[in-house]
């Protein structure tokens, strides 16, 4: 029987080292937290650990709500699946997940606390709170029985019922559709956001950071032998076109001889469903552009989620058989939307951590069944400019476990790696992750580590055979800790 013992919550607060525009937002600086729980599993207490940013407008979109106040309710809605945890008990920690999921789904639907008055909680945000109790959860139960995730999902351990999640899946495993064996590397897929200075020259002098970390996109491929790059876009066809245009020479040039490739991410910039088409059979008709598509990996989540999974999408994908790969990222908020997608015509989804880890196993395991019928499935690894020392550690040892192996990243990018965090953690990450993380030194002889992108990949092993969830607990004594 598995019971929530203690739970404990700390936070930081992290500045970027330059400005992050994604969507409606641009991001200087946010919140971080990582949850501890204590559970009581077959008679042991065992430990467990979750980690992420509280990143305002990303899960909500609303460009009416203060960030102060969509921070409120993302820590709202931990406080609330921490609540709904004390109540569990279950055999199993797919189990637990189950049951936990359907609390905080019925208290999101009826209790208004969080956002404007009397509206219920957006499912993407509501379960925010469950992923991060079901992260500290498996993290636990791995540690209680020395078992990597790998190992726990090719044994079952967790006791997942896929055909619950995904009847099509209906009396098969994990281990029937997931790798054997995680990849011990992954392509960092780069994150060009909109308003990245593209080359050096472009950086004016008053927003030169001076790190010793690259700024500007040419300077980060030589720096990282980048190869895989997602490149943010908004809508705005003239604009958008003039900036594509130039990456494409930046990338030609930079990445000469190299097998490159790139996505490219919406943000929901498309209200109206036709409008996209438009604009993206406008972009691939561009001169200019013409050897730049061939390297297209997909297209991210173009339509805003009021309309991406209307009835609307699945007229547009009859009428546009050619149409390039184009798969959800925000819209992925419930257990049914990936099936929802695919009858559209999407090529597929994507996972991140904060969307839920049993979740993302069902959608894999469902992609790599289309897959295994000649079909499209699709499954890209996103990020939320995740950070160490957990958070960034899990994500990379999901996304291994579920077959990925071309991931975003770019928390190493907009923030100065792990410096923000006490002397103790940053000692803790490179003696349990030198594969992950090595020594950047700074300016002024600091020293503090840094993602290891090398040959544009970060090698994993530490993270794919280590207990739990892929990261070694880290001392947290010297971080802030909020009340539940």
């Known amino acids: 029987m598995i019971t929530l013992l203690k739970a404990k919550l700390h936070r930081i607060e992290l500045r970027a080292r330059m400005p992050f525009r994604y969507g409606i937002a641009t991001m200087t600086e946010l919140p971080h937290v990582v949850l501890a729980l204590t559970f009581e599993i077959d008679g042991r207490a065992a430990t467990g650990i979750a980690a992420d940013h509280l990143p305002p407008k990303w899960f909500t979109k609303d460009p009416a709500r203060a960030p102060r106040d969509e921070i409120d309710d993302m820590l709202a809605v931990i406080r609330a699946a921490v609540g709904h945890a004390r109540g569990v008990r279950a055999a199993t920690v797919f189990g637990f997940w189950r049951e936990l999921d359907a609390a905080q789904s019925a208290w999101a639907q009826g209790a208004g606390v969080v956002g404007a008055a009397g509206k219920a909680v957006p499912p993407l945000l509501a379960h925010f709170g469950t992923s991060l109790v079901e992260r500290a959860l498996v993290d636990a139960f791995g540690r209680a029985h020395g078992a990597s995730l790998v190992t726990a999902l090719q044994e079952n351990l967790f006791g997942v019922e896929l055909g619950a999640l995904r009847p099509e899946l209906a009396g098969t495993a994990p281990r029937d559709w997931l790798p054997a064996q995680p990849a011990e590397k992954v392509i960092a897929r780069h994150t060009v956001g909109l308003s990245d200075p593209l080359e050096d020259g472009d950086i004016p002098a008053d927003e030169r950071v001076s790190d010793g970390l690259p700024q500007a996109l ?6 990282y032998g980048l190869r895989h790059f997602k490149i943010k876009i908004n809508g705005e066809a003239a604009r958008d076109r003039d900036r594509l245009t130039r990456m494409a020479g930046i990338l030609a040039h930079e990445c000469a001889g190299a097998d490159w490739a790139f996505s490219l991410d919406g943000n929901e910039s498309f209200k ?5 088409a438009d604009y993206a059979r406008g972009l691939m008709a561009a001169r200019e552009l013409k050897a730049f598509w061939p390297r297209l990996l997909f297209i991210e989540q173009p339509w805003h989620r009021d309309v991406a999974l209307s009835a609307a999408i699945g007229d547009l994908a009859k009428a546009w058989p050619g149409r390039p790969p184009i798969i959800i990222d925000e819209s992925d908020a419930e257990l049914g939307s990936l099936p929802a997608a695919l009858a559209l015509g999407y090529a597929g989804t994507s996972h991140k951590n904060c969307k839920g880890v049993f979740k993302g196993v069902a959608n894999a395991c469902r992609l790599a069944q289309r897959r295994a019928a000649g079909e499209t499935g699709m499954l890209s690894g996103e990020d939320l400019s ?3 020392p957990v958070a960034l550690l899990q994500d990379l040892a999901v996304q291994a476990a579920l077959g990925v192996t071309s991931v975003e990243r ?8 792990l410096s923000a965090w006490p002397a103790a953690v940053q000692a803790h990450v490179l003696a349990k992750h030198g594969d992950v993380y090595c020594a950047m ?10 993602v290891n992108v090398v040959g544009g990949e970060v090698r994993i092993g530490s993270l794919t055979r280590a207990a739990g969830l ?3 607990p880290p001392p947290l004594d010297g971080v802030a800790v909020v009340e539940l």
Do not use: L, T
């Open 218 to 223: 040419d300077a980060c491929i030589r720096f």
């Open 441 to 450: 030194q700074g300016a002024g002889g600091s020293s503090w580590p840094r």
């Open 410 to 417: 770019n928390g190493h990018h907009y923030f100065k790696g």
């Open 386 to 388: 995740n950070v160490g």
């Open 470 to 472: 892929g990261a070694e």
């Open 272 to 276: 109206e469903v036709g409008v996209f």
